[in-house]
Every structure is written in C-alpha cells, then in structure tokens.
C-alpha cells in the first residue's frame, strides 16, 4: 500500500483526510459506523468562549447540488469541549483541530486562550465567517485589516498552529490569504460555505438564510486553493463539495495539502473512509508515493 | 446502526397518495425500537440529502415504510420499482419508552400512523389507539390494526367520529375515571398543540413523535432541533436525543 | 388568461422574461424554434466599443448543476450590432437591452455614446465584472468608488436607462447596490456569474477559469436580489440558475421585477416560452392580476 | 431544426466501447445533410449539458448515432434500454459540401467514421474511403460499407495497413497522376494535422468535420469556437459555422 501519511508542522498524520468543522457533531455520533481515528485528523464543531444555543429552524434546506444551512453555531462552549470530549481523543490517539469563533476580538482570544498546551491538539482552526459586532457587525473575514489584527492578536496568546478559515463572500481571497499570511497564519482553509437563501414559494417565504455547501461551491472552492497557494506559501486545507476520490484528486492537484469533507458525510456517511482507501489506491495505481506528489501539480 | 442495503420487495399504494414500501436489507438491523426511523436515499440525482421515515414495520431484517407523497423525494420514492436497491441508514434515533406504567393510549393523525404502527404492535391488544384522518378512504390506514378496534375520526365526517382526533380523545378521557393513562402521539403539529392543551391540566405523561427537516438523521449536523426547556442546552437534536420527546420537555 | 406584462420606465413590455446576456447569441439563432418577440426583452450578448476575439478553448466546462464558461467577450463591436443587427430588432418589435462592457471608464462611456436614440433600445446594461486595466486589473464593480465614478460617467452621455449588472465575486453585494442606485443608475441587474475553476485530473490541468452559472448559484443570486430589493428603491431583474416556472417565481417573491433565464436554454431550448406560458397559467390560478402582486412578497 | 423527441428502438454494441443507437423520432427532422450533428439530452440529472453527435444514418424518422464511451456522458448513454424517451435537439451546424468538383476520398480515424458515414452512404460508389482503427476488432465500425471496399489501417497491423491512417492515404495520393481530389476528413486532432502537412504542398480541397466542446450546440453560447485564418473574426463557432470547415481556413 501506497504512503499517504502527511507530514505537517512536524508531526506525522496518518493520512490528509479530515471531515469540515461542524459536519461531524462532536465527534463519536459517527462511531457506530466507523471510527473517528481513522482519519488524519478530527477537526471540532466550531467553539466559542460561551456556549451558544444557535438559531431556530428550519435550518437545513436541499437545494440543487448542496445545502443551505443557518445552524447558527449552536455549541456547549470551549470550556465543556475541552473536559467532555477532548479525552476521548486522546485515548484514541486522534489528532485534533479545534474550529473556533467569536463575534469580538477579545472573544477569539479568550476561546484560543483556553485552548491549554494539550498535546494532542494538533492546531486551531479560525472560522474568519462571522460578523465583527463590534464593528457594525461586518465579517471579520471580509477586510484584510480585521484579518490581519484578529490573527496577529490570536497568535500571540497560542504556541499552535493556526489555520485561518476564509469565507469566499470576499473581494478577493487572494488579497485576505496574505493578510492572514502575513500575520503569521500557519495555514489556510478553504473555503467555509457561501451566503444565499431559498424561496418557499408555496408560502412565499424566505425559509432559510444560510451558507451553502455541496458540489455547488466545489469550482468556487477550487479557484480558491488553486490562486491561494500561489500567492502564499503555507499549507492549505481544500474543502467544498468533495463527494468522491476524484474531487479529492481535484483539491490536491489544485494546491490542497489535505483536504476535509462536510456535506458528503450526510449524503453517504461512508464517503470520508471511501476516500482515505481510495486515495491510497489511486497513488498505487499511479505510482505516486506520497499525495504531496500530487499537490499543486497544476500549473 | 448500518447504511443497509436495501432491495425494494413490495410497492402498494395503500390508498392514494400513501405508499407502503417493503425492503429486504442484506445487513440486517440488530435491535429496533418503535419510534425510531431511517434515512432513506432516494435513488436520483435531483434529491441531494436523504430522507428522514419512521420505521413502519420491521422483522427479520425485511423493512417496511410508509409514507405520503408530498413533495420530490417522497415523489420520487413512490416511483421506484421491485428490484430496485436503495441505501438505507438505520435505525436512528431514540425511540418510545415501553416500560412505563399506565394505561397506554395511541393518538395518530393522517401520515403520523407511520411513527406509532410498530409501538401500537408491540403493546398489543391493551392499547386503546386513537386514529384521526381526513376522509373514510383514509381508514384503510389502520386497516392491519382493526384487532386494536381503533377509534376513528374524520375530518369530513365520512366515518366514525366527526372532526379532529383530539376532540374524540378529549371525549374519551372525560369519560375516564382513572387518569391513569399514557399518551403516545404522532402527527401534524397543530395536533400536538391540540394534544398539550388538553393535557396540560394533569400534565398527563405523553411522548410525542416530533418531525423536522433533516440533513444527517444522525446527529452530525445539528440541524433538525427542537427547543426544549432545557436551559443549558435548549435545543435537541430530533434525530439523536429525538424524535421521540416528553411532551412536558418540549417547547411548542 | 391573467395579463402578466410589466410597465417599466414608462414602457409597456409583454411580459418579465428575458434571456440573460450571452446566453442567445445575437438574437436570431433560436429562431428555429421559436421568436425572439415572444419575449419581453432581448439582451444583447455583451458588447464593447471595439470588437474583440474572445479566449482560447475550452470556453465551457460542465459542472455539478452548471457550467463554468470563459468565452472572453467575444463580440462584433457595438457599431456593427447597432448596424447589422438591431434593425432586425425593430422589424420584429422587440424591445432590446445592451449589455456592454469595457477595461476604462473611456470605453465604457465611449460604448454608451455610439448607443443613439434609437427607440427600439429600451435600455442598458453594464456588465460591471471587467477588470480595470487603469486600476490594476481590480474588477470595476468590486468597489463601490469605482462603481459610483464609472455609472456616473455613463449616465452623463446617455439619456436610457440602466441597469448596473452586479458581480456576485464582492464583500458585499448591497453596499455596491447602493453605490450604483445612488450614482443614478435606474435598475441592478443581479447576478452575474461566480468566478471559479475546473481541475481536469486525468491531465493533472486547470482547463479552464471561468465563471460558475445554472442552479449551482440560485441561492446566491436570489440573495443578491432578496437583500438588494430591501436596500434601494430601484427595479431588480433576477438571474442565475433560472430552469423552471418555480426558479422564476422563486425571484420574483425575493424581488424581482423581471427576470433572465441563461444557461438553462442549453439545457433545454425551451426553456424561456415555457416560462412565459407557465407564469400565465400560474398567475390566473393563484388569482393574481399581474406578476408586480407577487415581485418581494416575501418579508 | 427541431428539439425532437426520439424513442430508443435500437442499442447495439457494434465493437467493445462503441455503440449504435437508433431513435425513432416523433416530430422528424427536415433535410440532413452529412456532416450535421444533434445535441442529445443524456437522461440523467448527473449530466447537465446536452451531448453533440454526428448524424451517423437518418431516414424517414430513424435517427442513428454511433458513439464511443469516452466519460460519464457517454457511459450513461450507452446504458439507456429500448423504449426510453430522450430529447434530441437537430439536425444542427454546417455540413459537408456535396457538389464540389474533384474525385472525392474520405478519411476517417477511429470513431471519426461517425461524421462521414452519412456522407459515404450519399457519396455511394465513386467513393474512396480510408480508415484507421486501433486493432482488427474495431474494422467492424465500416463493415456496413463493404461495397465501397474500405481501405483500412490498423495501428497495432492486426490488419490491412500497419500503421496510421494518413501514412496510408500519403501512400494512395502518391501513386495518384491527377491530383484532382476532394478529401474529406473526420478524427482525432493528430490526425487533421497530420493530413494537413500532407496535402499543404498542393493545398488540395479538403473538408474536415471538427470537435469542440459545447454547450448549446446551436450558436447562442459562443463556447465552441475555432480559429480560422479570417481576420475581422477569427473565432468561429464549430456549432454554427461548423463543425464542417474548409481545411486551408481553420488554423490549427
Ligand atoms: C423522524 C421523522 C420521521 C418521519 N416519518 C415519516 C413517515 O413515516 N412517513 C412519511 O410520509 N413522512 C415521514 N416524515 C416526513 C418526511 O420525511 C417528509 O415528508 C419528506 O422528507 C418530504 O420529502 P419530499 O422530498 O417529498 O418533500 P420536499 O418538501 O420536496 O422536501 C424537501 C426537504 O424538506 C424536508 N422535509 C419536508 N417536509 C418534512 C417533514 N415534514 N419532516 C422532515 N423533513 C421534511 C426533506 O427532508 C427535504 O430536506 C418523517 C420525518 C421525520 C423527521
Ligand atoms: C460536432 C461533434 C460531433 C461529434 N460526434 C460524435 C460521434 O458521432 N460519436 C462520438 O462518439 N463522439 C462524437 N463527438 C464527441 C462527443 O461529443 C464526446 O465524446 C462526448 O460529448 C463526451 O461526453 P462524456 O460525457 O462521455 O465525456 P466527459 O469528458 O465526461 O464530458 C464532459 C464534457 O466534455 C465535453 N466533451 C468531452 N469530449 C468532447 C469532445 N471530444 N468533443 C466535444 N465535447 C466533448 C462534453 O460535451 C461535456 O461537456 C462529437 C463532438 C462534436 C463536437
Ligand atoms: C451543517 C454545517 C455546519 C457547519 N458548521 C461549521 C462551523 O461550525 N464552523 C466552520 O468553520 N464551518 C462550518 N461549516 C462549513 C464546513 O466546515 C465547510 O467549510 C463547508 O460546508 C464546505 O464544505 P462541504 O461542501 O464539503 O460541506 C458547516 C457546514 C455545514 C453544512
Ligand atoms: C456562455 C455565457 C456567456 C455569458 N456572457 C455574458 C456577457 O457577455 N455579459 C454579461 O453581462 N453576462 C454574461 N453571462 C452571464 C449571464 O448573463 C448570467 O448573468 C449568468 O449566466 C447567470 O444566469 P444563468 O445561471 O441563468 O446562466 C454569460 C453567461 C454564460 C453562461
Ligand atoms: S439531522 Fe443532522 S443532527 Fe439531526
Ligand atoms: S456550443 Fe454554444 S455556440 Fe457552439
């Protein structure tokens, strides 16, 4: 069997396979299928300093190739994440990147604060899509200075790895990447899920306003990873409507150095353990002996 | 758990618009409660998520749903053929408590049958089983159960009781001398407003079969809750901590 | 049968289906099957002051519910549309919209010139999504500054209306919405296409950059319209991922006066007549007297 | 030009990979004239845009297409079964010219022999037809046209010619003493090119039916284009313009 271990920020991981924050509870509701170790990394349910309840429903709606979903970052908090759940990773050896939000400045510092020097957290991953309510409540993703500020602010309260989380309703991606860069962001994700909303027209209604996520933003996220990795030189983690081994192929060849699956998982819950096997034997196939190989290799 | 295999065995439009459908599942489930249910995938690309059924029957590893078409999936499920395989994720969820004390009695309305048919097997002849539907025609879908000998309501006044199932069931507790009862309901949610208000007074014990619009079924995603009054985590998840809740818990 | 024509800026158009620009050629080749007056407007495919030639091949790529297409602007030049083939136009009572574009203020104004009198013209449209070659190739309409100077510029030589047609590529689509509706443009035109990528994995390629349209975007284009609709006070023509009666009516309750229907005609060429017909029927059974009674029912 | 709606009557695997399919279409088309394509409606919401295919054989309402499973398109067409209903959009684009002058030869490489079937057929005996296939198995794709004794190449020499189509027409153009020809040509772009260093010399009249990728197939999208020496407009479009070009115009 072909190698697709990933070394990343000095540490081996087992392969470059995650689920997307939010798309795999907390963990262990997947277990009665498989196991949670099985992937490279375990990347959390976005956390925040106080636990937040989320919005009303409906909050998941179908629409063509992909979801609109407006959870509303329902989640029991940092604090509880850390007690209750973390142990079982480390009992099961996974490594853990932990989603993270706020609506302050001091809210993202304090929930990174809290994040202890546990070892088997592998990095911290900032989602960059909510609103700045200290500042008439823009996303603090959309201005490079807000970016540039909040990272600068996080990294001087944590020794992790931080990946920044970039949403694509943006002027420019590129343009937010090097401020995350430049702040000293270890690595990137891309992309979180684009803003939209559905119509009920039997009730003529807006049921939902909501990210949408699916294959629907898959050439959105992959004009992202594929212009990001040229114009910054850090690690990027590909997400956006991977469903099979040849979209994973696709973020990779584009400039993904491992890749996350969210709204497959709900489609087929197998997708994630389909695509690790897969991946491995595709590089067999194709001689390849490590997907770093494959990285980036479009021009 | 198992995203089983399923193989379509037998398709019958119980009466228009409701269809039973029978699968054979090569990976037979382990251990059903009744109340729990499956997320089915409708095998055509115009549906992306699964979607959510109430286990209808099951037994030695042959399943059976039913449901109403109301939209494309469920349109598209009633299309399906014999023979034909579709995935099968199940049996999710937490389903009715059976061991409670009480006189248990069953309240369905319309397509709700589907979410209290096993529990209604299971607890056999005791049960006393409420059944509301629109028309006489609708009748058919307690017709495996005549042995329970439900009470039936129509809303057109075609058979049985004339009007909404929860003013027969209000009749029938007034007529009760013991208010030793148990209340399972399952249907629209204007039924179970209906069912609170006429439970309040003695906060009677109910579980309620809840529905809500699902992505995973499994707990992944948090997007089916239900606010409860929980206050350190009001709202539950219908699939996981769901879809069976304590009237008494749940916000309406 | 329910009356769904539409009174816009004074005119009386036959109802609020157009195509969408660069979707129908110059107009006469879906003549085969059906008439170009059978609609209420007709949309230029977008042109400039001098013809240009347009990108290599591939120019379209299928994708999850949509296509990526760089065709480039291919175009004969404005002189030539207004000489060989608007006369066409005002032979067949068609009501014609110029969609039109340039790389500098001066040929955007340049293009606006040529556009004489002509009463057949009911109005423009300015494709907002060209890169400024003046300004470092940054998109004209990812800035509100430069989306007020350049509407501005325009409106000073033309005395038609105009449509601002908005990219879906910006931080935030309302703030360009209302830079456009205060430099005094008449109406928005939303949304153009989502920049992305393909990744052709058997050849390792990016075969092509393009822009994202068909279902794939509807969530983001009836966001655009939703949240534009309740910012300025100005007609909104709806378009991105159009296929059906239901799509259409789904724009016309976010706010939609009028809307395109674009990629679906190469699905299926009949796409635009059966809306037409189909928005009757569904008008005269829900006992509406005109589709304005539906156009931002929802709150 | 019509959006037909064409009955599968027929589906046959004529070599492994390749496949004829016959349609019976309920509104015919007018007038074919060989080298014209249909955009076919793949009847699956995987595929998104329609599919170009040459005309392969037309009369009376039959409609045939001979096509190689190449991706997912392709592969779904070649599943679907006899009596299923698909949309069919043609006869569309510029077709071969066929009053020209000069002694006409045809060459077509692998499933290039879809394009000019039609217009051997109409060219009937006067007709010389050069063919290049992989291996003797995919001589089958001319065996309906034994009476215009094909010239046939293979590139692994399992049969006649041992090696490309075009060394194989360079040898028949040699022996020729009047050089008054008409080729027409249908393959892989290797092949054109190569036919064009062929015949550039004497610039001998040849038509050569072209791909490209499409969306609409029918001119509105000018997504198919191909450069060709004209100057005010060099980008054609294959769909309109084309997919039939004289050789000595495109630029390639
Ligand atoms: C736990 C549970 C058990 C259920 N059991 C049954 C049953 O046994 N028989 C039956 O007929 N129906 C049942 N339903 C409802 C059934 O899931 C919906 O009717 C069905 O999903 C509608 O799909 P559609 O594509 O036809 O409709 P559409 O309106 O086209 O569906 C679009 C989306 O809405 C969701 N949706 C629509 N209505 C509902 C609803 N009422 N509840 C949840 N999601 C909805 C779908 O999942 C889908 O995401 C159950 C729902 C839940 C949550
Ligand atoms: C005018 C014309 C006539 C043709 N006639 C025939 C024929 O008679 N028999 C036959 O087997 N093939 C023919 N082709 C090629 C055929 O259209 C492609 O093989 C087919 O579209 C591939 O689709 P797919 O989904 O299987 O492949 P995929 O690669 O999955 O297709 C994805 C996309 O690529 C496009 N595409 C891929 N290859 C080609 C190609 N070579 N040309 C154009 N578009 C392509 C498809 O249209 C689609 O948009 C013709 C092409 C053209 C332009
Ligand atoms: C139900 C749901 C919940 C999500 N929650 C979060 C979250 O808490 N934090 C975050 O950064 N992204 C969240 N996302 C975004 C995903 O992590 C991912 O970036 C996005 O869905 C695109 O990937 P996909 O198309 O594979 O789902 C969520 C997505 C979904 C569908
Ligand atoms: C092939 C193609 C060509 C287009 N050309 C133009 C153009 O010239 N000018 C313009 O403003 N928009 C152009 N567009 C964008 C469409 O007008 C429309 O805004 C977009 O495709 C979304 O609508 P749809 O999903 O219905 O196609 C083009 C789109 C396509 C697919
Ligand atoms: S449907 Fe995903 S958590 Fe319930
Ligand atoms: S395919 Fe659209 S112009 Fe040719």
């Given at each position: 069997m072909a190698d697709i271990s990933l070394n990343l920020f000095g540490r081996k991981l087992k392969n470059p396979v995650m689920n997307a924050?939010?798309?795999l509870?907390?963990g262990?509701?997947i277990?009665?299928l498989w196991r949670v170790s099985e992937m490279g990394v375990y990347v ?45 990773f480390?009992?099961t050896k996974t490594p853990v990147i ?22 088997n957290?592998f990095a ?37 790895p931080?990946f ?23 690595g990137?994700t891309l ?31 992959l004009?992202?990873v594929?212009?990001?990795r040229?114009?910054?030189?850090i690690p990027i983690l590909g997400t956006g409507g991977i469903m099979s081994l040849e979209d994973a192929l696709s973020f990779f060849m584009a400039g993904a150095w491992a890749i996350q699956v969210g709204?497959a998982t709900?489609?087929d819950p197998y997708t994630i353990p389909r695509i690790i096997d897969g991946l491995k034997g595709y590089l067999e196939h194709h001689g390849f002996s490590s997907v770093s190989e494959i990285t980036g290799i479009t021009? | ?252």
């Amino acid at each position: 069997m072909a190698d697709i271990s990933l070394n990343l920020f000095g540490r081996k991981l087992k392969n470059p396979v995650m689920n997307a924050s939010g798309t795999l509870g907390y963990g262990r509701e997947i277990e009665p299928l498989w196991r949670v170790s099985e992937m490279g990394v375990y990347v959390s349910k976005g956390l925040s300093l106080k636990p937040h309840h989320g919005n009303p429903t409906p909050r998941v709606w179908e629409v063509s190739s992909g979801m609109l979903n407006s959870i509303g970052l329902q989640n029991i908090g940092i604090d509880r994440f850390l007690e209750e759940y973390l142990p079982y990773f480390s009992e099961t050896k996974t490594p853990v990147i932990i989603n993270f939000f706020g609506f302050t400045v001091e809210e993202y510092v304090g929930c990174a604060e809290r994040i202890k020097d546990d070892e088997n957290i592998f990095a911290l991953e900032m989602n960059l899509s909510c609103p700045n309510i200290k500042e008439g409540g823009i996303g603090f993703g959309k201005d490079p200075n807000m970016v540039f500020n909040l990272i600068k602010a996080v990294k001087s309260v944590t020794t992790k790895p931080i990946f920044a989380k970039l949403s694509p309703e943006v002027k420019n991606i590129v343009e937010i990447a090097k401020s995350a860069y430049e702040a000293g962001s270890d690595g990137l994700t891309l992309i979180n899920t684009m803003p939209g909303v559905a119509v009920d027209i039997r009730k003529g209604v807006i049921p939902i306003k909501g990210g949408l996520s699916g294959p629907a933003i898959k050439p959105v996220a992959l004009k992202a990873v594929y212009e990001c990795r040229k114009a910054v030189p850090i690690p990027i983690l590909g997400t956006g409507g991977i469903m099979s081994l040849e979209d994973a192929l696709s973020f990779f060849m584009a400039g993904a150095w491992a890749i996350q699956v969210g709204t497959a998982t709900f489609v087929d819950p197998y997708t994630i353990p389909r695509i690790i096997d897969g991946l491995k034997g595709y590089l067999e196939h194709h001689g390849f002996s490590s997907v770093s190989e494959i990285t980036g290799i479009t021009e | 758990m198992e995203d089983a295999i399923g193989t379509v065995i037998e398709k019958r439009e119980v009466v228009k618009g409701f269809f039973l459908l029978k699968f054979h599942l090569i990976t037979p489930f382990s251990e059903v409660i009744p109340g729990q249910f499956v997320m089915v995938k409708v095998p055509s690309k115009e549906v992306f998520l699964r979607r959510p059924f109430s286990i209808y029957e099951y037994e030695n590893g042959i399943l059976g749903i039913l449901f109403k078409v109301v939209g494309k999936g469920t349109k598209l499920l009633s299309a399906v053929e014999e023979g034909e395989v579709l995935s099968i994720l199940g049996p999710l969820g937490r389903g009715f408590s059976l061991d409670s004390k009480g006189r248990p009695v069953i309240v369905a309305g319309g397509i709700g049958i589907a979410g209290v048919h096993l529990l209604a097997k299971k607890l056999g002849e005791g049960v006393s089983l409420f059944f509301g539907c629109a028309n006489i025609a609708e009748k058919a879908l307690v017709s495996d159960m005549v042995h329970l000998r439900p009470s039936i309501s129509t809303l057109d006044g075609s058979f049985g009781f004339s009007g909404n199932v929860v003013e027969m069931l209000k009749n029938y507790i007034e007529e009760q001398t013991s208010y030793d009862l148990k209340i399972y309901a399952c249907g629209p949610e204007g039924m179970i407003r209906a069912i609170k208000d006429l439970l309040i007074h003695d906060r009677t014990p109910c579980e309620v079969l809840i529905e809500e619009r699902m992505a995973c079924g499994m707990g992944l995603c948090y997007g089916c809750v239900k606010k409860t009054y929980d206050v350190r985590e009001p709202f539950k998840r219908v699939c996981k901590e769901g879809p069976v809740f304590d009237l008494w818990q749940i916000s309406l």
